[in-house]
């Protein structure tokens, strides 16, 4: 589903007063969206407004499908346009503020930079993180250019084409000018650039290769989380990642995954949900000894490489698209951090050493 005009946090509010009319948010369904309930589709894409919120909305006519006003229970259909619309001004993103962030860059012409983000980097400000961002180290880099932005995206997220999680390293794409920007989120929409993850994960999968396909939406309790539907028709995007293991070392697994679909935190409730969470996931349960011992010094062992790695173990490692204008095929790999290949260090002398026992 593409988003349109998306603004933050709108109120939805119990009464409704004559006069100007302006819109906050506008989401337009994707062309195979099944049918959905109109309060159910906007309780997903709406983060931090409660379902009943949305209801109340309706009710009082705020909310419109097609500029027309329907019933909560209205079924979505593809293509359908969905506004909010309210008596008072939208909330205008803050300036985006410059700041001299030392950026990776693995390469650069002039149409577009693929970069190495950090773990622990946001991408783009938002509440709590109004500044710190690659999206203000790239204002200062860009700072005499003006970045495209991508359609749906909010006015602070200039040059944007894909996100990844704040605790997940790796590489990113940024286009520098609007025709660039429109290829390259086409590609990444109909999935024909290639992205592949690098994940340490609990215990070993019965298979070496397998594919995931399963719903992921806002989890339906915890605004925080995703959640992986197994009925496609609970709710949630389609969604679906191949993966591979590369080393399977029996408390832990190096698995490769590649992503079909991009939907947020696609791989950590993929992998969660068949029961091998990245390892340190605090949000989807892998930050706990889910496989081994109960003896103290295995304990003590997993909790050193909790604090060696204090995120979960998720690396964006390769990145693959079309150059929009060369029409070049262009591939890029990036190394694992250090953090990583420590842990990972420490579990082949682990499981070494246990072998020889």
């Given at each position: 589903m593409t988003e349109k005009n998306e603004q933050t946090d709108p109120e939805l509010t119990e009464e409704s007063t004559p006069g100007e009319i302006f819109e906050h948010y506008r989401f337009v369904a994707d062309p195979g969206q099944g049918p959905m309930r109109l309060d159910k589709f906007l309780f997903e894409?709406?983060?931090?407004?409660?379902?009943?919120?949305?209801?109340?909305?309706?009710?009082?006519?705020?909310?419109?499908?097609?500029?027309?006003?329907?019933?909560?229970?209205?079924?979505?259909?593809?293509?359908?346009?969905?506004?909010?619309?309210?008596?008072?001004?939208?909330?205008?993103?803050?300036?985006l503020v410059p700041e001299d962030i030392p950026l990776d860059i693995r390469y650069e012409d002039d149409y577009l930079m693929v970069v190495h983000k950090p773990a622990g980097m946001v991408v783009h400000p938002g509440v709590g993180t109004p500044n710190g961002t690659l999206v203000n180290a790239l204002a200062f880099y860009f700072k005499n250019m003006e970045l495209p932005v991508k359609e749906g995206n909010a006015l602070d997220r200039p040059g944007l084409v894909h996100r990844i999680d704040k605790n997940t390293s790796g590489l990113l794409v940024i286009a520098k000018t609007a025709e660039v920007m429109t290829h390259l989120?086409?590609?990444?929409?109909?999935?024909?650039?290639?992205?592949?993850?690098?994940?340490?994960?609990?215990?070993?999968?019965?298979?070496?290769?397998?594919?995931?396909?399963?719903?992921?939406?806002?989890?339906?309790?915890?605004?925080?989380?995703?959640?992986?539907?197994?009925?496609?028709?609970?709710?949630?995007?389609?969604?679906?990642?191949?993966?591979?293991?590369?080393?399977?070392?029996?408390?832990?697994?190096?698995?490769?995954?590649?992503?079909?679909?991009?939907?947020?935190?696609?791989?950590?409730?993929?992998?969660?949900?068949?029961?091998?969470?990245?390892?340190?996931?605090?949000?989807?349960?892998?930050?706990?000894?889910?496989?081994?011992?109960?003896?103290?010094?295995?304990?003590?062992?997993?909790?050193?490489c909790f604090d060696i790695m204090s995120r979960h173990a998720l690396h964006a490692k390769s990145l693959g698209f079309t150059h929009p204008i060369t029409k070049e095929r262009m591939n890029f790999e990036t190394e694992l951090p250090d953090d990583f290949e420590q842990v990972l260090t420490r579990w082949r002398n682990y499981i070494a050493t246990r072998t020889k026992q």
């Open positions: 894409k709406m983060e931090k407004v409660s379902r009943n919120r949305i209801q109340n909305a309706i009710k009082q006519g705020s909310i419109k499908v097609n500029g027309n006003i329907f019933k909560a229970n209205y079924k979505i259909r593809p293509n359908d346009v969905i506004t909010i619309e309210l008596p008072e001004p939208p909330y205008e993103p803050r300036e989120s086409k590609q990444f929409a109909d999935h024909s650039s290639d992205r592949t993850y690098i994940a340490l994960v609990w215990s070993e999968p019965e298979e070496m290769e397998g594919t995931v396909t399963m719903n992921v939406g806002r989890h339906p309790t915890n605004r925080t989380k995703q959640y992986g539907f197994k009925d496609p028709d609970e709710g949630g995007k389609h969604a679906v990642t191949h993966y591979k293991v590369i080393e399977p070392m029996y408390y832990v697994s190096l698995i490769e995954c590649k992503l079909e679909t991009g939907r947020t935190h696609q791989i950590r409730v993929h992998m969660g949900a068949i029961g091998h969470p990245i390892f340190n996931d605090d949000r989807y349960g892998g930050d706990k000894i889910m496989k081994g011992t109960v003896y103290t010094k295995y304990r003590r062992f997993v909790e050193n």
